[in-house]
């Protein structure tokens, strides 16, 4: 791949911000609308590939993103794009969680909503993860018994490890990955 | 603001941004729950649900709960300081990534980021029903939380009207 070309701070800045301030449940749309669409910075392909890696890597993929591309304009770059990521959403969260703590403080209801939208956070939650499921389902063949039980198992022991057992989670992800990857070495896993 | 409690904030938060693996931190909010809420006593229950609550209805990446954490416990210092800790270890480890590996479709990347996903799955799930089962305490709640899930999974609704949906429900039932 020829060296890219360097990107302005500045329009670094700007993407990362707007990106940051359009995530709404997952970075992935807004990074590609930004980064493939408005910016042309990558084609289809280089984001897809470069996507991937960003979920490989250990660390929010739309963070690993700013860093990946902020290096064009090298370690400053990656300061700056990360940064412009975060900040202005997280100015904006705080002034909201101040303002909901003070209209809790003097509304019952108001309070009473908050803990609803955490309920409703924690559907969220299941109803991302039971996709993701079914799309693993889905996904591999009919001839691959074997390799989708093993997969069923992981996403199964996840939720028994974790509900049922309370395992510590930093010691579940080591535990899951390692059987995972121990079983799609095992079984050839299909691409 | 007190120095010990900084730098425990940023150590804790600074470790648990290694196992945020396959892409976000919604695996990590039991624990992080189990942290701040239970073994260092930073948050109560309510305090908790109201910075998820924000952290998930706000425009922005899902990890605002992390400085949302270190400024409700430490303020402006918290805030930034708690998030920088958060993200230093990836973005140390992407910088490197991203010198060594010229070729981003690596086999080894690739095979990592397969074995994630039902890792991943299984954690999303766990960690909704962990929250769940600590957050719902009234049937409204309940509701909130059947419902968010069901209506997302039936026509992948954007997940900022289900949550807004859910607080306008649950203040009208109080």
């Known amino acids: 791949m020829e060296p890219p070309a360097r990107l302005a701070l500045v329009d670094l800045a700007v993407a990362f911000a707007q990106i940051g301030l359009n995530s709404v449940g997952g970075a992935a749309a807004p990074l590609r609308a930004v980064i493939v669409k408005q910016r042309k910075w990558l084609d289809e392909a280089e984001f897809a590939e470069i996507f991937g890696m960003c979920q490989a890597l250990p660390g929010a993929t739309g963070a690993n993103m700013a860093v990946i591309l902020g290096r064009r304009s090298g370690l400053l770059g990656s300061v700056v794009a990360v940064a412009a990521l975060v900040t202005p959403s997280m100015l904006l969260a705080i002034a909201i969680a101040a303002f909901a703590t003070h209209v809790a403080a003097h509304s019952a209801r108001f309070a009473a909503g908050e803990t609803a939208v955490a309920a409703g956070a924690a559907g969220l939650f299941i109803a991302n993860g039971a996709r993701l499921a079914w799309a693993l389902w889905r996904a591999v063949g009919e001839g691959d018994r074997v390799y989708r039980a093993i997969r069923l198992a992981v996403i199964a022991a996840g939720v028994v490890l974790v509900v049922g057992f309370r395992l510590w989670i930093p010691a579940a992800v080591v535990v899951l990955v390692a059987a995972s990857l121990l079983a799609d070495r095992r079984t050839g896993a299909p691409k | ?174």
């Not at chain 2, 073994?39 to 990890?63: C, H, I, K, M, T």
């Not at chain 2, 605002?64 to 805030?79: D, F, K, Q």
């Not at chain 2, 409204?140 to 026509?155: D, H, I, K, M, P």
């Open chain 2, 1 to 174: 603001v007190n120095e010990q409690t900084l730098f425990t904030l940023m150590l804790r938060f600074g470790t648990l941004s290694f196992f945020a693996v396959g892409g976000g931190i919604s695996i990590l909010i039991p624990q992080i729950h189990h942290e701040v809420v239970q073994q260092y006593g930073w948050l109560d229950e309510r305090s908790f649900a109201e910075l998820l609550a924000v952290s998930q209805a706000a425009p922005g990446p899902n990890f605002l709960i992390v400085p949302l954490i270190g400024w409700r416990v430490a303020g402006w210092p918290g805030a930034f300081l708690t998030l920088a800790a958060f993200l230093i270890g990836p973005f140390v480890i992407t910088s490197i990534a991203a010198h060594v590996l010229h070729n981003h479709d690596s086999p080894l990347l690739t095979r990592l980021r397969r074995a994630f996903r039902p890792v991943t799955s299984g954690l999303w799930i766990a960690s909704g029903l962990v929250i769940a089962l600590t957050v719902d305490r009234r049937p409204v709640e309940l509701l909130a939380t059947l419902g968010v899930c069901a209506l997302s999974l039936a026509f992948d609704l954007n997940p900022v009207w289900l949550l807004l949906g859910a607080g306008v429900v649950g203040s009208l039932v109080g």
